[in-house]
């Protein structure tokens, strides 16, 4: 998306500086061509004054000639002079025989300027400036050239246009950096936004300090974090301290009703059992919120660490809970290699029970349960694939959330069980992930013993 | 058998008192720290159930002062579950068991009985009706069969046996014969009751092993 952004920026700068440049170049040549033209003028006016003075004189066709050799180079000049019966009095002898091109034979004395193309030029039409007026009995065609205002003009353009070019490029490249290296943040903010944890830490985005809109826009968003962290703990708080609350009275229920069961003849307790079960249930439930609070809460401190083998940790475990696999006719397998890690081992059996209890929830009758053990990437990786329908991939991480449970299995659990697994694992220094290639994939990982220090903290 | 209870919390102290009378104790009980320590260094009781959180005085406090006292009672420490520490510190203290909060009572009952019969010798054979274990040879018949048991169905029964009589929770039975806290499989317990069943009462017309629905199992040749 900054992406985007960038070359937004970078077009709009282009678009805006090229525009404004044009509009200027178009401004500049426009003013240059009028005031030349104004020269030209000028020059003709200027001219025709001189021609007053030699008109009726025997200099006339001597000037004429002067006029037109002198300004053969430069600036190419053309006269046409004709009595009130048209008849032709003097011409320089660069105007066509068919007549000055243009000449509109005007009946007043006022001079009337033209431009017109003149056709006898070797290098094409030729541009020119014409005047046409009277002088006493005579009309007067004289026209100059353009050649010089064309020759200014043409270079000027192509000055101002490769001037043109260059400004346009440097611009938008700039306009691009500059809005590359301001969203620069952005991009770092979403990459941080992305690791940002759910809870316990306190990890913010990042600054820039330089106060400017996105710095500002990381600093809301703190704010907004931090305020959503507070309540996510303060909802947190609540749940724990519920949970606290429950006990006292959970014992006292459950005890009473098993005075009730022991002191009524066998088989008059039906309702008992049932109530006793349903607060065994309530119980095994307050508990792992509990657990699962103390797991979040805080990185494990208490955790009682010692050398342990994944595998056979997994083995036995599977061992054990080999019968209600086979109860459910889904087979078990366990393979891997030896891996050691530093871990509680009440607490990892834990996390493996609940990997193993939700895989064998999801896998049908006549399925499989596959476990392997093994050292991967530098960690120990323990990974569960059962053999249920899998996990779309939007569910992959919402699976982790308390109380989540869509998959439909043999019998529903307490939408715990992975959660505390995961956060088990996070305690420990790794983490519990989920794929579906094919059924679903719950991947435990672990720090290799020895360094689970370094990540402890994490 | 006379027992101490102090507890606070009023619903618990309760049915701790009436279900231990039930069992055949003679109970006392004390609702804080400065009341229980008094009448733990005046009667001579066989064994005290502790709260930890207790007012005018603490569970810990008043263990310190019954030992400093020289009171070796033995003592079983209640506590809420996830209070690691208590634990520690309890056993530090010179409790002799913990049981977390919440708990069943069967379990509390279990685990008094347990520091009662501390000390005793532990028979090597365990007769049960005309089931008899045998804890050396790990061999178990009944009325002279051999029963052909596996490994852990053995261990099972061998702590049944050694509880004869008595209810045993589910989590007892784990934490015992299987060394761990199962949680979400406590149904493997049942499994493994299940394959013992097969094995010991199918076969005969007196059934050993009772399920107490709700609460666990018990080995008796009564019903």
Known sequence: MN????????????????????????????RFRHSFIEEVDDRLEESLGDLRVVMGTNHLEDWIAQVAGEHRREDEFFIEIRDRQNQLVARSPNVPDSGFPGARGVAQSAPIYWDFAHPR???GPLEVRGLETWVGDYHVCIGMSLKEVQRWYSGLRRNLVTSLIAIAVVGGLSAYWVAARSLRPVAQIAAQARTLGGSADGTLLPRTGSGDEIDRLAAVLNDLLSRIRAEVMRVRRITADAAHALRTPLTAIRGHLELEAARSESGASEHVDVAIEQVDDLVRFVNRLLLLEKLESGPGESLVRERIGLLAQTQTLVEHVRVIAEERGVSLECSGESVAVDADVTQIRQAILN?????LRHTPAGGKVSVEVRERGGAAELSVADGGLGLPSDQLERVFERFYSTRAGTGAGTGLGLPIARAIARSHGGDVTATSPGGGRFVLRLPLSGEAAAGAGV | MRVLVVEDELRVRSFVERGLREAGFSVDAAADGEDGLRLGLVNPYDAIVLDLMLPKRD?????????SGGRATPVLVLSARDEVDDRVRGLDAGA?????????????LARVRALLRRGTARPSLLEVGDLRVDLLARKAERAGVRLDLTQKEFALLEYLARHAGEV??????????????????????????????????EPFEKKLIHTRRGVGYMLSPAP
């Open chain 1, 3 to 30: 992406r985007s952004i960038r070359l937004r920026i970078a077009l709009a700068v282009f678009t805006a500086v090229v525009s404004l440049v044009a509009l200027q170049i178009v401004y500049v040549l426009e």
């Open chain 1, 121 to 123: 030029s070797p290098n």
């Open chain 1, 355 to 359: 990997l193993l209890d939700n895989a």
């Open chain 2, 59 to 67: 569970g810990l406090s008043v263990l310190r002062e019954l030992r």
């Open chain 2, 96 to 108: 002799d068991d913990y049981l977390p909060k919440p708990f069943a009572f069967a379990e509390l």
């Open chain 2, 168 to 201: 045993v929770t589910r989590t007892m039975i784990s934490e015992h014969v299987w060394d761990m806290n199962f949680d979400s499989f406590s149904n493997v317990i049942d499994v493994y009751i299940r394959y013992l069943r097969r094995k010991i009462d």
